[in-house]
């Protein structure tokens, strides 16, 4: 019997995405045409995810509201001033290292979270709610965290900004999930599977559109890049387990998402709000950053997957 191939993609949704930072490499010339498309991608891959979870995935939001809400602050507003915070205690304020994880830390999880949830096992509403309300308050959170680090310039570029991508976020999931509810109320499994495919090719695709800012990093110099890419692997992943490990009496279903959205957030954000000259010394992270990124769901799988049998999954798009 033939294999589907979305089926397949979606079973090796992990490895998909690594073809695609591969294939970012290799062929420059694709991640250079893709990288005009890359927010029409985001807005696609917001669709796909409301329409995998449906509307049923803000059921007892409400009630869950005071501690999504407390996530958020923790990881948006106490995390960026407490790291703010400490770096003037050590005597080091100031330099481009500060300013990138400064960044990072206030920015809100990234669009592709709820799909990465997906190839880890795990249920994807928790980080959609995280999602969307970290992105919600972001025109507030990040007001104290650029009172703190003037060198950002004007925080009103990054507020309209945030107002933009709260639009795009409801307008792409207000569709997924009005779709989901009058015209595909019930999808059987392999039919989960097959979107979960497509959402897994439509990531590595979008890897690839984000590639020219890579090579534009590795391009300032092989040893400079290696440092940063030391700091943002040390800065991802390390957050991502201290998250996992703070969290450890919580269960599968709330500890995995919120780990990896502590070290993956939508720094691309702040690239597009923030005029160049601000964002010119950070360029290496932000290249960087990609590479842990969406590494992740392969690299992070042995620290989140033996807990996700408990977490209630609606579908594995893992391997």
Not at 71 to 95: D, R, Y
Request: proline share 8%; aromatic share 6%.
């Amino acid at each position: 019997m033939p294999v589907d191939p979305l089926i397949w993609l979606a079973r090796h949704g992990r490895w998909v995405l690594v073809a695609g930072l591969v294939a970012g490499v290799l062929l420059p010339g694709w991640a250079v045409a893709l990288r005009p498309w890359v927010p029409q991608m985001v807005a696609l891959l917001l669709f796909l995810g409301a329409l995998r979870v449906g509307p049923s995935v803000f059921d007892g939001a409400l009630k869950a509201l005071a501690q999504t809400l407390s996530l958020v602050l923790a990881l948006q507003l106490v995390l960026p001033l407490a790291l703010i915070g400490g770096a003037h205690l050590l005597g080091l304020a100031h330099g481009p290292a500060l300013l990138a994880v400064a960044i990072m830390c206030a920015a809100p999880a990234i669009v592709s979270a709820p799909n990465m949830c997906l190839m880890l096992g795990v249920a994807p509403g928790v980080a959609m709610r995280l999602l969307v309300l970290g992105t919600a308050v972001l025109p507030l959170t990040v007001i104290p965290v650029f009172w703190l680090l003037p060198e950002l310039g004007s925080v009103g570029d990054v507020l309209a900004a945030a107002l933009r991508l709260t639009a795009v976020i409801v307008l792409a999931t207000g569709a997924g999930f009005a779709l989901r509810a009058r015209l595909w109320r019930a999808p059987g499994a392999a039919a989960l599977a097959r979107l979960d495919g497509v959402s897994a090719l439509l990531l590595a695709v979008f890897v690839v559109g984000l590639m020219p800012a890579v090579a534009a990093a590795f391009g300032q110099g092989p040893g400079q890049a290696a440092g940063w890419l030391g700091l943002v692997l040390a800065v991802n992943f390390g957050l991502q387990i201290a998250a996992h490990v703070a969290l450890r009496a919580q269960g599968a279903g709330l500890r995995v998402p919120v780990a990896l959205i502590a070290g993956n957030r939508n720094m691309a954000l702040f690239l597009v709000a923030l005029p160049p000259e601000v964002t010119a010394p950070v360029m290496v992270f932000i290249g960087c950053y990609q590479i842990p990124m969406f590494l992740t769901p392969l690299v992070m799988a042995r620290l989140y997957r033996p807990r996700c049998a408990g977490a209630g999954n609606s579908g594995d798009a893992g391997d």
